[in-house]
């Protein structure tokens, strides 16, 4: 079979049929190179195709445990006018239907909110728009405020466009004004004595929540509120503020009505029966009177 035989036989579509014939019919010579090499066996051939003048890559099924789809790749060489061809190059390469793995995101753009742990190191982007240097105006007052005028402060401060994506994210999330507890709350943050509001621009929209039993230490929106708002009117007796307590400690007394069964043999109810037992063990027990002529004691 040649080249063009096999190639047919293999459905490959792609064969460079200018490959010189000396390179084409290597196949064996590159079978025998792939199982010289060890490092699992060849396949069927899938085909030739031509490199240049002198070279051909033939590729074939590789038999290697882990690389389904895989295809062994030899390179064989020659040179004009020669009648032989040489191994110059083998490779395991990935077919149309291998198992690969997903294509490769730099670590900057895989990073997503919690994935920083600790001791990890994450640096702003260079260039960062979320940030500016402390030096210029950044259209905060409070922060322009100190870095301009006393010519103190940080190297970097947020940008308008770095404050307006946190106050988004922190509008939209989990302590925003749209959440569910938020819509259920009777108040909200700005009327809760727990509310410590930020200082800055975002001083009117946002605060940090100090109650340990809600939102401890979380960035919580002005109009956001929960249950613990330092308003929540006291329950009224000693149960929750939702539910009337239930007094287990008292007894309430319950007269139940006396059943009575006809008795099995003697056609008596079960109260005559008792009755009747009743007067016969009293008359039983009943002691016998003792005459003082019989007492041993009484004998002259
Ligand atoms: S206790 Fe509730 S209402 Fe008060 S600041 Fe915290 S989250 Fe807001």
């Known amino acids: 079979m040649n080249y063009l035989d096999t190639a047919a036989a293999h459905g490959l579509d792609d064969v460079d049929f200018e490959v010189p014939a000396v390179l084409a019919n290597a196949v064996d010579l590159a079978r025998s190179a792939i199982e010289h090499l060890g490092d699992g066996k060849a396949g069927a051939h899938l085909g030739v195709v031509g490199e240049d003048e002198a070279a051909a890559s033939h590729y074939f099924e590789a038999n290697v445990p882990g690389y389904r789809g895989w295809q062994w790749v030899v390179v064989v060489a020659t040179y004009p006018g020669s009648d032989k061809a040489t191994i110059s190059e083998i490779a395991l390469l990935p ?9 490769w995101i730099p670590w900057d ?5 919690g994935d920083l742990g600790p001791g990890d190191l994450l640096p702003p982007e260079a260039d960062d728009p979320r940030l500016v240097p402390g030096y210029v105006a950044n259209g905060d007052p409070a922060v322009d405020e100190v870095a301009l005028e006393i010519g103190l402060g940080r190297i970097h401060v947020l940008s308008p466009l770095g404050r307006d994506e946190a106050a988004e994210r922190w509008h939209d999330g989990e302590h925003g004004p749209a959440t569910e507890m938020a819509r259920s709350a009777t108040a909200t943050c700005d009327t809760c004595g727990f509310y410590l509001p930020l200082a800055g621009a975002l001083r009117n929209e946002f605060g940090a929540c100090s109650n340990e039993l809600a939102a401890d230490g979380q960035v919580v929106h002005a109009h956001y509120g929960c249950g613990a708002h330092s308003d929540t009117p006291a329950p009224k007796g000693a149960g929750s503020p939702a539910f009337e307590p239930y007094d287990d400690g008292a007894v309430e007394t319950v007269s139940r009505p006396r059943v009575v069964e006809p008795a099995a043999e003697s056609g008596l109810t079960v109260a005559e029966g008792q009755a009747e037992t009743e007067t016969e063990t009293a008359s039983d027990a009943a002691p016998e009177p003792v005459a003082e002529a ?4 009484s004998t002259p």
């Not at 077919?95 to 294509?103: C, M, N, T």
Request: charged share 35%.
């Open 95 to 103: 077919g149309p239907d291998a198992v690969v793995a997903p294509e």
């Open 109 to 113: 753009e895989r990073l997503r909110p």
């Open 294 to 297: 019989e007492h041993p004691s």
